[in-house]
């Protein structure tokens, strides 16, 4: 499926005080994702340096206003996205014995996931469950119908030890439940942000992955958008790894959009099956 | 139902700071309890001072030892309890706007039990529900299902907010989430300390009340003791209320000791139905 | 001091749902108030009653909308205040040992308050202080420098433990750190919310009181207003004892509106010396 | 410097059930670190994988009991250890827009460092200080005189923002809250587990190192050891990175020794200058 996206996003801070912002705005680099016609304007032109984290992909860019004052951010790609698809039945959790060392960082708590927290709350929601890709729909379903989605309800501290009992929140709080319930079953899991074709409105979106039968597959509890319209722009523990901005100084957003739309003019036509998509960072790119 | 109940507790502190104790360990002086044979011995012979709260008959006795050192408490009383019986079916919820006014603090969050932070989530588990006495027993049942009953996992700081998610106590514990749960559904409940016949091994022991049909009814997620055979010592919104004892000063628990008996020597015959205690502070005793 | 106070408070709710009101807006019913001139105005005309609180003095009522709507309520009062002065030098703290026992319940946590988390931080801070008015002194000024008063930032959720570190809030939030860091210190403590003279924008007020020297010393870390310049609507052991407005039902607020002026035109006069109110609720009024 | 450390600890699960561990108890393979004679023994001699993280050197040991049952590890080496100095004048913080783009995430809040929430608190205690290594240690001796070191006082889900009003802990608190106001200050800080001279008793330690001047340096808020005396362990966000040992599966810790000797029966003679080390991992080892 081939995706245009655009963000745009503003800040105004103070003059005369240094502000130094990073974006983490771009698609991912990852083989799943063929990134075409690519372009990041900053206004005004400061200068700024590119990152891109080793292992997953992750592409980040440096700003400084050394004096302060307005900074716009506009990014745009067309990419094709691919994915994996699979069969429920098959796919099955992997006991900590046989779990790759490099993933076992993905079952330990982390700032929004207190998995060690929700260990018992787990346990007897979802512990005498079949294990496997359906007890993570069960997790995820159980998030749609016991938590409501509100915006303005949540903001940047909250984690899934709150919304566990808060119950309300956006789709990164429904992404921060979700992964805290799965590590705290042994399930590895990690969160995603991303460009949504179809989310109303349209917005930067936040999933998660478990790690299952031996790869990653997509999970979305608000049931928001099809799991195969997604451009991936970062993977992380939690949202504290991929913030889309990252501020040090005083700022104040002044504005946020985002389009997606698909080159074709169709809609998705998801059935709801297991999404998988291959995240190895492209080399020599 | 005639019961015998003593308890010893002592402390230790170091010689040569003060240390103040209020204790809150005589069975409680309401109608539904005739006190015979009481006494409490304190050991040193310190002195003291008694007092009883106005509208609860929660009776209180300060110790103070000038010098710091060991102190022990021993009380004994013989107590005829009576209590009332109800149908469930006839037992209901009271609209806010029918509540006796003085009661509706009972309904406001306190220290340990944050109705206001667990709103969604009881409405998510309970709101569906039929309204009435039915309710406040599938909220003990919810607790007694999916939470355990683990000594040394909480502390004198843990409330509600953290139960329900971590999902772990003891009789406290219990009762202040089911006290949260119920105002957070505007039924009023508050906490009650007692000694508690056939509860093994012996302890204080800790059940709720909550407020339907005009009344107040018993209420004990633990399942651990019958409700006909409780020597009530104290009432109050939460466990701060009504601490067996509060001590200004440092000291270390030394012993703590509760019996509790039928003197006919028999067990309790209560079939599970609803128990009511008439509250009513005795006067001029 | 003569003082015209004015509130309005208006709420919308859904049609078809009940909602019931408690507001506690009133002029407390203490014998330093004189209330002259006083009026109630409720539109709609509903159903309403009234209730005083036993020993504070807290005057409530209840409103009921059988079906949801728009309900505002109008008070207006004039009210003469008087006050004792004090000697910073001759108010001392009380030893627990000697503490009248009604007034201990005010030493315990609460909702907002929670006491028994801070002992050590405020033993760090404030321990190894003179005791008396100045040490409660410490703490006013110790809140005032290192918390920034900021609109917004919290919520009717947000506790004392809270602000202790993340330094943030309104004048509800200083009273609460007030409040927990003196009973954290075996000072009695309770929160008042008042109409405040000379607060700059108008709106209802909070501040707290600490028993020492044998009665009730007003304090106001925020510095906003004059001591003396107080109508007191409640007294409570924290803002949840006190709300101006609880509500069962959803309801929004559509507006919220105080003025206070003094009659005769002046400013207050007051030169920061220690300020007490007689408490004592008027009988037979 | 050459030191002789030794570590043996040893669970018990229940027959029948499978249970995983990961144990994080060898040298780190960093350039500062040469390891000689080491050993590691299983018993039973179960099934085993071994791991090195990439870039920070920590190595990784799973054991698998399928069927339960004893474990007991004793590792052994000898390591010589070597350090840089600096001068403290000389070692200024990196501002933002500096650091390199691969630091950054040591900026970022964790699960036990909440750097986000304390934001306002580490500007209020540490804004207005000169930047620069003394901002750090004057963040170290804060910690040292207002938390106190108290043993069996919190647990594996205690976190800074808990420490921050607790004051109380171990050495992993302290860490955590030093690393914690560092992040809120934009110093980028992290946790080292390590093998520690002269700790008395006998212990694994926590310590953490700061990103300043272009190199981490390493400082110990518990002031309980020479900084030059450590066998560095692990290195990560928090304790959650590189627990001892991780156990998927319930298990009763029987017991735990650790010992560090220095091979020439020397005492350190580390003065307080700062202590930096090579955390480079060797290559091709």
Chains 1, 2, 3, 4 share one sequence.
């Not at 099955?92 to 046989?98: I, T």
Request: net charge negative.
């Amino acid at each position: 499926m081939k995706l245009a996206v655009r963000s745009e996003v503003a800040y105004r801070s103070d003059r005369g005080y240094p502000c130094t912002y990073v974006f983490n705005l771009a698609a991912a680099n990852i083989n799943a994702q063929q990134v075409e016609d690519e372009s990041l304007l900053v206004d005004p032109d400061v200068s700024r340096d590119h990152y891109e984290t080793d292992s997953l992909g992750n592409r980040l860019t440096r700003c400084q206003l050394a004096d302060g004052g307005s900074l716009s951010v506009q990014y745009e790609a067309v990419v094709s996205v691919t994915h994996s698809s699979g069969i429920v039945a098959d796919i099955e959790e992997v006991p900590p014995g046989r779990l790759p060392l490099s993933i076992l960082p993905y079952t330990y708590p982390s700032r929004y996931c207190q998995s060690d927290r929700l260990m018992r709350m787990a346990q007897s929601e979802f512990g005498r469950m079949e294990p496997g890709f359906t007890r993570v729909l069960a997790i995820c379903d159980w998030i749609y119908r016991r938590v409501d989605y509100l915006s303005g309800t949540t903001n940047a501290h909250t984690s899934a030890f709150e919304t566990a009992t808060e119950r309300q929140g956006v789709c990164r709080d429904f992404a921060h439940l979700g992964i805290a319930f799965c590590r705290a079953l042994n399930i590895p899991a990690r969160f995603v942000s991303a460009y949504a074709l179809e989310l109303q409105p349209q917005d930067f979106h936040a999933v998660f992955e478990a790690y299952l039968g031996g790869r990653w597959w997509l999970f979305d509890p608000t049931r928001l958008v099809p799991l195969d319209g997604l451009v991936r722009i970062g993977t992380g523990r939690d949202a504290a790894d991929i913030a889309f901005a990252t501020i040090w100084g005083v700022a104040e957003t002044t504005m946020q959009s985002v389009s997606v739309r698909r080159l074709d003019g169709e809609r998705s036509e998801w059935d709801g099956s297991p999404v998988s998509v291959d995240v190895t960072p492209h080399r020599g790119a």
